[in-house]
């Protein structure tokens, strides 16, 4: 089960960006979905989360810029990114929590530059 994410890309610094993940309908019992990213010689951190109840949280350095959100007729999560900084400039990876599993994307680049 693969999860398809889309909507990366080279952006100015103040720009903006919004990544979508498409979620394979045979993926059920899904507790969060969230959006991942890991920068060159850095660790995975967690970015955003939201829970099947539409609880979300973010990481401290994106609060008031991004913005997730779940479409459930389009069984998509995605990623709002305002305002967008150089230090945000990693690979973004979508992430579902299952009951049974966790299922992660390929990962979709996203570069912050002038």
């Known amino acids: 089960v693969q999860l398809v994410e889309s909507g990366g890309g080279l952006v100015q610094p103040g720009g903006s960006l919004r990544l979508s993940c498409a979620v394979p309908e045979t993926i059920f019992s899904i507790n969060a979905m969230g959006w991942y990213r890991q920068a060159p010689g850095k660790q995975r951190e967690l970015v955003a989360r939201?829970?099947?109840?539409?609880?979300?949280n973010y990481a401290d350095s994106v609060k008031g810029r991004f913005t997730i959100s779940r479409d459930n007729a389009k069984n998509t999560v995605n990623l709002q990114m305002n305002s967008l900084k150089p230090e945000d400039t990693a690979v973004y990876y979508c992430?579902?929590?299952?009951?049974?599993?966790?299922?992660w994307g390929q990962g979709t680049q996203v570069t912050v530059s002038s």
């Open positions: 992430n579902v929590e299952a009951f049974l599993d966790d299922y």
């Open positions: 939201i829970t099947s109840r539409g609880r979300t």
